[in-house]
């Protein structure tokens, strides 16, 4: 069996600095590790690391481990431990982002149906715009949407 | 009060259609008739976000402002919508590269967005706007020794606490308690109802509904009254698949704004009583035996 180590050569300084340059994101070099943003977490106990490993591993450039854990998709943004943080760590916006990364690179866990919904919805919105006007429901996505 | 433009969102339109009667019906009977934002869109949710932030705020500042054009503040009944809009706000403020971005996404679409608009829920309203009193006085057929526990979901308090305290929510309860209804301790006001997880992850989510129905149990609550149409769903919708795991009683999912209506006098249809997955006939019997 393979001992569950992490080594400096699983660190990616990209990923650490991209996750500490995230809006808000700086303030997870004050961490102190109160726990408080994971004993607030209603999804906790079903989550591989814990929202205050998961902020660690992010800052210390464990990527891997970050974009392939289930925690991302647990988090269903009731920002429980944002509101809850003492040092004002927006943890909820960064699962966010992580989710976002972890799309775009194709990473996320494959028999997790969450990314697939995420995508889905989205594609569902931007294909075409639920409209009241409209009673045929789905109409024209707005133009300008696209040149942002 | 600034004019008032009422932004359903998608779930109002489809599985929380109640919501959307219920609160029509009673804004009508208070004299405060709901107008909808002409043409608004959805607001992206929480899935938009999790894909492409960009898109995600444009989509939803393209209701900002349309109810700009209209001189208006949004009316934001559902919890996903007020938070993702109230965000939204924040963010155009905030963020200059952001305001940029999006400002020439709507002048694209011949829209623009200057920042004066804000975002609104029906229980800041009837509490702040038109007032305890009014609805008091209102009241036809007092919900007397109805049991109820308030339940008000996550995104409406967080992160944001807009009009209401963070941690104990007070809107609802007064409003209830206006009703003659009693409001039972309910500590998981705020607490998190699983979202989607009920439908990708039902072990999951199933039993995060579980201990939301098993708290108002406990409480000794006839009813759970919510202000989310996803809360609803999962609370209602989910309920029979939970009562096989665990022993529970049935227990009925009613919009704060379904209990206002039937104490206003409002018949059950209109508030779209019927729609409920687990019965509410409690509920009907109660304000029935204090009619007789």
Known sequence: MRPNIRTEADRSPEFARWITSLPGAEKIQECMHCGLCSASCPLFAYMDYSPRQLMHLGREGFEADVLGSFTIWLCTSCYQCTVECPRQIPVTEIMYALKRRAIEEGVYTEHLPIPILAREFQRMVAGGIWSARDDSRFVRRPSGVDGI | ?292
């Open chain 2, 1 to 292: 009060m600034k004019k008032l433009a009422y932004y359903p969102g998608c779930s109002l339109k489809g599985t929380g259609r109640a919501y959307d009667e219920s609160l029509r019906a009673v804004f009508e009977v208070l004299g405060e008739p709901l107008e909808e934002l002409d043409d608004w869109n959805c607001c992206g949710a929480t899935s938009y976000m999790s894909i492409d932030k960009r898109e995600a705020y444009a989509l939803a500042s393209r209701n900002l402002a349309l109810a700009e054009r209209e001189k208006a503040d949004l009316l934001t009944p559902c919890n996903a919508c007020y938070l993702v809009l109230e965000k939204t706000r924040r963010h155009l403020a905030d963020s200059a590269e952001m305001g940029h971005r999006v400002r020439r996404a709507l002048d694209a679409v011949g829209l623009s967005y200057e920042g004066d608009v804000r975002i609104r829920h029906p229980l800041e309203v009837l509490t702040r706007d038109v007032g305890e009193e009014r609805i008091k006085e209102a009241v036809k057929e007092p919900l007397k020794g109805l049991k109820v526990a308030p339940y008000y979901g996550c995104q409406i308090v967080r992160p944001y606490a807009t009009f209401d305290d963070q941690y104990h929510p007070q809107t609802m309860d007064r409003l209830l308690k206006a009703t003659g209804a009693k409001v039972v301790p309910y500590p998981f006001k705020t607490r998190c109802c699983g979202a989607s997880q009920t439908g990708t992850l039902p072990e999951v989510g199933l039993h995060l509904v579980y201990r939301l129905l098993n708290e108002a149990e406990a409480r000794g609550a006839d009813v759970l009254a919510v202000i989310c149409p996803l809360c609803q769903f999962n609370l209602d919708a989910y309920q029979s698949q939970v009562r096989r795991e665990y022993d529970l009683e049935p227990i009925p999912i009613l919009y704060f704004s379904q209990i206002l209506g039937l104490a206003l006098g409002i018949p059950a249809k209109k508030l779209g009583i019927d729609r409920c997955v687990v019965s509410a006939n409690r509920v009907l019997e109660r304000r029935a035996a204090h009619a007789a």
